[in-house]
């Protein structure tokens, strides 16, 4: 019998924890949660866990900044696997305490609404234009603020949050899918030492970090340059500072090929050759999110 693994994820019930089920489904798992971010780095890389599950880029916010210093500056653990998963964020409370009489649930009855500030953020227009009255309250999760809510009965209080949130503390969707753009993806990695296989990817990526050397004017075209007439396609390419002195910048580019081709490796070593550092963060399955999966 093959060992159980645990993974490392945010509080139950946010999109973490549904895109977490979604990567896993039909595996023998066990799912350990925990509020702060550092601790779910911390949970794998103490040995309590196998993988961490660390959402890195947002469709409408772009690079979660936090997370990514983490795998650059304070951890040493290789990425294993990408995944992407919608963030669709519903309005939860209860529909009998906000009931308008005819069966409906009434939004002028909603006193207070809580949820992460991301999620609020990304649900702007809906606010404004539904609950512009209601108190706003911010919490270190979305699945936090559905707790609160149903924690609190008889207030009026309704919380942004996902619908396994709602499942798991009884409370109603009043309103499905209320973020401002329907588009709203989250790129969420697999982090640490132990291996990972995914038979599904769709593709394989390459993520790795690039240092230039300070006196080497034009060392960032001479990088480029080593990918571009191998052909090879970069997806994404960030600079994060290096937190050394003031204008000095690591290079987080991610790479549409495996290191196990012959071309990447090369362009690596020419890269290097120039006197820059490379660090090679992962070379890993990419799964893209199939609508017609079943649900978590």
């Not at 019998?1 to 999109?15: F, I, K, N, Q, Y």
């Not at 609950?131 to 603020?145: D, G, I, Y």
């Amino acid at each position: 019998m093959s060992e159980r693994r645990r993974v490392a994820v945010l509080p139950e019930g946010t999109v973490s924890d549904e895109a977490a089920r979604y990567l896993f489904k039909g595996q023998d798992v066990e799912f350990v949660y925990s509020k702060l971010i550092a601790d779910v780095f911390q949970s794998t890389v103490n040995g309590n866990t196998d993988w961490s599950v660390i959402p890195i880029e947002n469709t409408i916010d772009g690079s979660v900044s936090l997370h990514m210093d983490w795998l650059i500056h304070e951890v040493d653990l290789p990425i294993r696997a990408e995944w992407v998963f919608p963030s669709i964020q519903n309005l939860i409370g209860r529909t009998a305490e906000l009931s308008d009489g005819a069966g409906s649930w009434d939004p002028e009855k909603i006193t207070k609404l809580v949820s992460h500030p991301v999620a609020m953020a990304q649900c702007h227009q809906f606010i404004r234009s539904t609950v512009p009255h209601a108190e706003l309250e911010t919490l270190p999760s979305t699945a936090q603020a559905v707790q609160l809510v149903r924690e609190n009965p008889g207030k009026g209080w309704a919380a942004i949050g996902t619908h396994l949130a709602a499942a798991n503390a009884g409370l109603d969707v009043l309103v499905s899918g209320v973020t401002d753009h329907d588009n709203n993806y989250t790129r969420f990695l697999l982090i640490g030492e132990k291996p990972y296989e995914r038979p599904d990817a769709a593709f394989q990526r390459t993520s790795i970090l690039v240092t230039l050397p300070e006196d080497y004017p034009g060392a960032l075209h001479q990088v480029l340059s080593a990918f571009s007439w191998r052909r090879i396609n970069l997806s994404r390419i960030e600079s994060r500072p290096t937190k050394k002195k003031l204008g000095s910048y690591y290079f987080y580019i991610d790479v549409e090929l495996s290191m196990d081709t012959v071309l990447l490796p090369a362009a690596i070593a020419e890269i290097e050759a120039i006197g820059c550092q490379v660090r090679i963060l992962g070379s890993y399955p990419c799964t893209p999110y199939r609508q017609n999966q079943p649900e978590v």
